[in-house]
Each structure stands twice: as structure tokens, then as C-alpha cells.
């Protein structure tokens, strides 16, 4: 049948109902024509279809053209009609708004910071957003994908046909939309794509997606995170107010996977986690809580740094309201939650941002900078403003919508460096021919500028492994402008020092005395991480020498050590009380050995230096500054014996340092201290109560004036065996400095 002027052209049908139509929402819907208003509907399945008014009255019935394309005219209306659709077939009837009836929800303005890569309300404006438009309740998908021909929603709703719901492109950006009518929270749904040379891509779940089927399913979810109820204003006020070089920072690392797990070995939800983990921790006295990422990922052996939905918390323990409720217990208890955030990668699994319109559109396009060796993902094009603002609005995203204290960016070397982990020929350089990733350290001054101007009072860290300078200095003095950074270099010289018997370790003394040379270049963490426990190298306790004793008092003395050196403190979990073997992210920690006395031991030491940390000025207000450390004993390599001191500035009563790294006690040994006076023994590793011998200076010791290690008094101390004992100046007003 040949068209007449109002009816569509069969060429156009055909394409349509092909899903190949550049524009349907230029034939669907009601359209304004001489006569009136054209009305026409793609219903599969239907065998009759007709617009009726919101209360049910029929207006027109459509006529059919082809299969399930149907199409009427209104004569003579001069308004756009507002109507509803009402189909049949053999099996019964059923009525729903037409998406195609609908105007668009986003606007120039979207486009235009989209592509200035300035939009940082992305999590408002794409994904699935629930809303109400034009009086109807439903969802608004939107998604980028410049090069598609097509791009449809598909999911139960629509029995994952992409024909019923082709989505309009707004061609200066790329940008794809459709308002899908009476769908609610829990739909389940992915993007049908056809990419520029016409094949049909692999279903994609959505790059702004804020829920996600639990793994194996891939599918995104329709979930609300903008409507829960914070009780958590008060500790966002404290934190805005606190300068966190100066404050105490100790923090608990965990894989939320693998902390506990059920009898039936199934996840702990987000609300157990929070009764359970978190009242652990604040027992514990740690300041921090750091979760491995929990962006949705589809591999558990990735333990969350291959994530794909980077806006979905992951639904191995729950939703976005349970992940919610966790952060704002974590709150209540004063604890700062901090995410691992992965911006460096992202796997190539077809159901991702691989390829994600037919095109290299997230990834760069040159393997040479897009795909990364080490662990076979895709590198994101920070060079590209979309790409750089699709994650910058990720960040900001987690740090207001969820409250979340602080990003701990991960791989920031493998970003950095255009040659990391590869050799000669694996790689392009710069015009000029250096190896700096400029795209990237753009990207993260952007970043690390964005976070501290937005959101007032969280923090950025960094793993950064390399000698890369400023990484923690602000942008406008030329840094990276990351809060902290974690001393890799601290971390490897000290596990090496006490994983050596100790009759060697008067050989390399240097290790321990190293890093002191460079310990205030950055804001320093000080990270005894997952990576230090996994991939056959043991546990902290396993890595000790000696028999069962020794191996828990060189712990506790290595422990001692951390929370005393200059430096914010991370700790993995198990760690706190000697798990024996090395972490297994398919199981719960070894909790039973805490019934043993060295184990139980371990523990109260870890309350006990938080404790000490949390309280006393000269442990943290100096961390990042040299000002708060000063070597009173550093060149005994003979008999593996260090002092130092620590202070905490104007009023605060300094802190002595000694560590014996030898089984063999020490009687009398001389230190020199700032001040005559009484010390009083604030922490001793060799307690009986830590599982040690009970050897100590009991009652303190006494500082006369004779001066030693140019200082002007000195005491003589007992230093039990591999044991590290901290002295505090009793009745000092916190004069002494």
C-alpha cells in the first residue's frame, strides 16, 4: 500500500521495525501533520492497538501497517494529544504509556559540559534515574555513546527486544535518552548497541549504573542512592574542621569478602558488616576503615580492582541503601571509611566499557597506552574530556552521595609512566621522548583539585611505588595534590629487616635507618597491606624468625616500630592478631586462634598503640613534618638497638623511643633525652599481657642531667628482648619539646 501525506512510508516501517531507523522517535509518538495528529506505536505481539485519554476512554484506534507498527490519525486536533496506549492479542490486554510520547529530560546545557568535560552531576543527569515526567512515573535512561547507529534499553520489561525501546541520540554529544514509563527500582536492564559499521554489539551494562545483578548475572539494576536518610552531619562537621596531617590516622584494611563469613559460607550483608566489622574496629581503636574497592566487578579473584560498574556498590553483600547505612554506622563510631578507587584500568569483559559503542570510546585507542600488560585490562584515554569527567563524577559521586571520607587511588604508577611494565617498543613516547604520562597527570591534579574544593574535609591517598616528586604537594605548587602517599619504600626496607634472623640484622642496620633520609618529601602512610600477605608471602607472622615466641615478639616489636615512626599507619585485617597463613580471599580470617594467648596478646598490643597514638600529641600531630623526630640512638648496629624521639609540637610532652631487635635483654643501657626527670614507661612489647616475658623498667625511669647523645640528660633503661618500649616525661605540662 502506497503511503498517503500523514502515513509513514513502508521504507521507514521497514527500518524501524528492523531496529535500524536513525531516528524513531521522528516517526513514533504524535506528530502535528496538516490534518491533525498522526499517532503510531511499535507494539510487538499486539494484535490491536489504540490510544485512549489517562481515564481510560479510547480516542483513536491505530491502524495496523506492519508487524506490531501501528498507526491513526486524530482529525482536526489542534493540540498535542496526551494518551495512553491500550494493546490485545489472543492472550488478553494490556495498557502503558508510550515512551515515544514523551519530550526529552536532558538539555544543552548537559551536552554542553559533557563534552567541555565539566558536568560534575553526571550521577543526576545519566544512568537510570527513577522520576517523574510530565506527570508520569517511570525511569530516564541516558547513556554516552557517540559512534552507535543505535543504542536501545532492553530488559524483563520489554523481554529484552531492542526494538520497543530505540532511544533518541542527541548528535552533538552522543548522548542517547529515552523515558521509560512505569518502570520502577529493581528493574533489570542492559543497552542494546549497534555500532557504527551496523553489527550488533554484545549487551552492555551501564557505565552510570548505581545497581547491579549479583555475579555471574552482568545485568544493571534501577536503584534510587539519592533518598537516604543521613544521621552523620555532626562527624561531617568535625571533619571539615580537622587538618588531617596533624590528626591521628590508623588504618584497618579489608576485603569486605573475606573478613567473616556465614556458617553457610555465603557474604556477610552491608548491615552485618556494619554491626559486626565496625564495632570490631572502633574496639580496636583504629581511626579509619579501608575497604578494597566495592565497585561492582565481575571476578572475585579480582577482589574488586577490576570493577566494571564504577556507580554500583557491589551486590555480593547488598545494596546502595545497605552500603549507605554502613558508612553512616561507620560514622556514629567515628570511624572514616575509605575506598580503594580504580581509575587506572578496567577489564575488557564484553558486558563493560571495552569497545563500549563498536570504538575505543573509554579505553585509548593505541594498545601501546590503551591496554595494560601486567593484568590484561583496558587503560582509560585520560586525554579525552568525557573520559576524564566520567570519572572524576565517579569520585564525587562516592565522597557526597555516600559520605565517603577518602579515595585511595590505586596503580597511580601505572598511570604516570607511559613505560610501566614495559619494555622497549611496548610503548609510545612523547614527541620529545619521555616517558611521562601527561594525559594522566593532568587527570589527576583535576581530580585531586575537584575533591578538596568540593568536598571539604575528605582525602585523597595515593599508592604510588616510584620516586615521583610531589606527589603530595599541592597542585599549585606543581604537585599531584594527593593528601598522602603510601611509603612503599618504608614498607619494603622494614619487612626485610625483621624477616632476617636477628644475629644479621646488625648488617643491614641501614634498613631501618634509611628511610628517615626521606620520610617528610611526602604526607607518608605507612601501608603493611593486603599485597604484603598474598601470592606466597605469607602472613606477618609467618614472615617472622625464629620459633612461635620469637615470631610474635618480633611482631609485636615490628608493630611498635610502625606506630612510633613518623607517618600515618594501615594495617590488613588478620594481621592484628597473627593470622598464620597468608590471606584467602574465598574464606573468613582464622578468628579461633584469638582464643590463644599470643594471638590474644598481638591484639591488645594493636588497642593499646591506637590508643597511644589517638592520645598523645608527639605520636601523630608531627607526622609529616621533621620537626617531630629526632634520632637520639642511630648508629649501634652492633647490637641492633634504635631510639629516637618524637614530639608533637608547642605544649605537648615528647615521646622516647627504644627498640632492642635482639633476643638478648640489655641492663643499663644509657639514652640521652631532652629533659631531667621522671619517664614513666608508657608501652612495653615484652608485657605479659602482649604474650612477652614481663621484662621492663617498672615504675619509669630517672633522667638525671649528664648529658649523652647530645642531648642534655640521659637514663639509663632496660630493654627486654626483641621489644620496643616508648617513655613519656611525667608532670611535664607538655613543656618539654
Known sequence: ???????????????????????????????????????RAFVPHAERVAAVSVRGEEILELEPRADGFFEGLLIAQTARPRYRLRAANAGGAWEFDDPYAFAPVLGAIDEHLLVEGTHRKLHERLGAQLRTHENVAGVHFAVWAPHAQRVSVVGDFNRWDGRTHQMRKRVDSGLWEIFAPGLAAGTVYKFEIVGRDGELLPLKA???????????????????????????????????SVDAR????????????????????????????????????????????????????????????QPIGLFAPTARFGDAHGFARFVDRAHALGLGVILDWVPAHFPTDI??????????????????????????????????????????????????????????????????YLDYSRKAGEWLPNPDGSNDNRDAVAFLRQFNTLVYAEQPGALTIAEESTAWAGVSQPVHAGGL????????????????????????????????????????????????????????????????????WQRFAN?????????????????????????????????GLEWWLTRYPLHAGLQALIRDLNRACREIPALHARDCEAEGFQWIVVDDAEQSVFAWLRRGGEGAA???????????PRHGYRIGLPQAGRWRELLNTDAGGYGGSGMGNFGGIGAV???????????EVTLPPLAVVYFQLENSGGGSR
Open 246 to 305: 596533624r590528626a591521628p590516622m590508623s588504618i584497618y584494611e579489608v576485603h569486605l569478602g573475606s573478613w567473616r563469613r556465614r556458617d553457610d559460607g555465603d557474604f556477610l550483608s552491608y548491615d552485618e558488616l556494619a554491626e559486626q566489622l565496625l564495632a570490631y574496629v572502633a574496639d580496636l581503636g583504629f581511626t579509619h576503615i579501608e575497604l578494597l574497592p566495592i565497585n561492582e566487578h565481575p571476578l572475585d579473584a579480582s577482589w574488586g580492582y
Open 555 to 587: 611482631a609485636r616489636a615490628l608493630y611498635a616500630t610502625m606506630w612510633a615512626h613518623p607517618g600515618k599507619k594501615l594495617l590488613f585485617m588478620g594481621q592484628e592478631f597473627g593470622q598464620t597463613r597468608e590471606w584467602n580471599f574465598d574464606t
Open 705 to 715: 642531667a649528664t648529658a649523652s647523645h647530645g642531648f642534655p640528660a640521659s637514663a
Open 1 to 39: 500500500m502506497k503511503a498517503t501525506g500523514w502515513q509513514a512510508s513502508q521504507s521507514e516501517i521497514a527500518l524501524l521495525v528492523a531496529a535500524r531507523h536513525r531516528d524513531p522517535f521522528a516517526l513514533l509518538g504524535s506528530h502535528g501533520v496538516a490534518e491533525g495528529w498522526v499517532i
Open 654 to 664: 615528647p615521646v622516647a623511643v627504644v627498640c632492642n631487635l635482639t633476643p638478648v
Open 351 to 416: 558486558h563493560g566499557l571495552a569497545q563500549f559503542d563498536g570504538t575505543a570510546l573509554y579505553e585509548h585507542a593505541d594498545p601501546r597506552r590503551g591496554f595494560h600488560p601486567d593484568w590484561n585490562t583496558a587503560i582509560y584515554d585520560f586525554g579525552r574530556r568525557e573520559v576524564a569527567n566520567f570519572l572524576h563524577a565517579n569520585a564525587l559521586y562516592w565522597l557526597g552521595r555516600f559520605h565517603v571520607d577518602a579515595l585511595r587511588v590505586d596503580a597511580v604508577a601505572s598511570m604516570l
Open 481 to 548: 595534590g594527593f593528601g598522602f602517599k603510601w611509603n612503599m619504600g618504608w614498607m619494603h626496607d622494614t619487612l626485610d629487616y625483621f624477616s632476617l634472623d636477628p644475629v644479621h640484622r646488625k648488617y643491614h642496620h641501614d634498613k631501618l635507618t634509611f628511610g628517615l633520609l626521606y620520610a617528610f618529601s611526602e604526607n607518608f602512610v605507612l601501608p603493611l597491606s593486603h599485597d604484603e600477605v598474598v601470592h606466597g608471602k605469607g602472613s606477618i607472622i609467618a614472615k617472622m624468625p625464629g620459633d612461635e
Open 206 to 240: 551501564d557505565p552510570l549504573g548505581f545497581g547491579a545483578e549479583r555475579r555471574p548475572s552482568t545485568a544493571s539494576v534501577v536503584a534510587r542512592t539519592d533518598d537516604f536518610v543521613w544521621h552523620d552531619a555532626e562527624y561531617l562537621q568535625r571533619r571539615r
